[in-house]
């Protein structure tokens, strides 16, 4: 077997499909990287930026697609970028929450190609009720966590540093080497190498398990 090891295109994802449950996600092989997010935190913005692609985030953004997990595909066979649904969409009966809540749950909990899970957080308002969920089941479950605080130009330098330093320190006692955090603007296009390199170490170390043992017969 040849293991071609091309470069990840992030302007090469294509929507491949939505899901409302575990058994409608695409086979649970190969690698993928998840984004979450409270709603509004600026998550369909930045995998826009991330993709160069503005079509990909609307796509997630279809009436019907919100509460949805939706797989795009990469250019290298079964790698994935997910975007799980915004957290905490307003007006949503409390059933309907649950409902989410339960389907997020099963495929964090069950998703064997899950590598690392990208949470997005406004700057300006960041680790909410949603995010400590996050980052809680990445320590306890030991899912490498990437946080991206995004919206940065709506602070100074000064201040978003500051807020970066402070959650490192407090994330870093929390989960260790697990945890890696960022500054991101999707306006100013702003971070883009640095999610891109977090991203295409999580995938490509996942093809590295996959490929190194004896070739299966
Ligand atoms: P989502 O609900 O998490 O997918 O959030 P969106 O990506 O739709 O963004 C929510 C709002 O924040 C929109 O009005 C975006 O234009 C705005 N937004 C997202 N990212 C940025 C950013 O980096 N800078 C600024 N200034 N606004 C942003």
């Known amino acids: 077997m040849s293991i071609k090891r091309s470069p990840i295109s992030y302007n090469s994802a294509r929507f491949n499909k939505s899901a409302a449950k575990l058994s409608q996600c695409p086979d649970d092989i190969g690698a993928e990287v998840a984004f979450a997010g409270r709603s509004n935190a600026g998550k369909s913005s930045a995998i826009n930026t991330l993709t160069n692609n503005k079509k990909l985030a609307r796509t997630s953004k279809t009436p019907g697609r919100t509460q949805l997990i939706n797989f795009f595909d990469l250019n290298i066979e079964h790698t994935r970028i997910v975007d799980l649904p915004g957290y905490g969409f307003a007006k949503v009966p409390l059933e309907m929450k649950l409902h989410w809540q339960k389907h997020l ?105 996959e490929f190194d043992g004896q070739p299966e017969e």
């Not at 603007?185 to 991203?199: C, P, Y």
Request: hydrophobic share 40%; glycine share 6%.
């Open 105 to 209: 749950d099963n495929y964090l909990q069950k998703r064997e190609c899950l590598r690392g899970v990208v949470l997005v957080m406004d700057i300006r308002h960041p680790m909410k009720e949603f995010d400590q969920m996050m980052t809680q089941w990445c320590k306890s479950t030991g899912m490498p966590l990437h946080v991206l605080l995004t919206k940065a130009d709506k602070l100074k330098k000064g201040p978003a540093q500051s807020t970066l330093l402070k959650l490192k320190k407090e994330l870093t006692a929390e989960l260790g080497d697990n945890v890696s955090l960022q500054i991101f603007s999707a306006l100013k296009r702003q971070g883009i190498d640095q999610l891109s390199m977090r991203i295409d170490s999580w995938l490509l170390e996942g093809m590295e398990d």
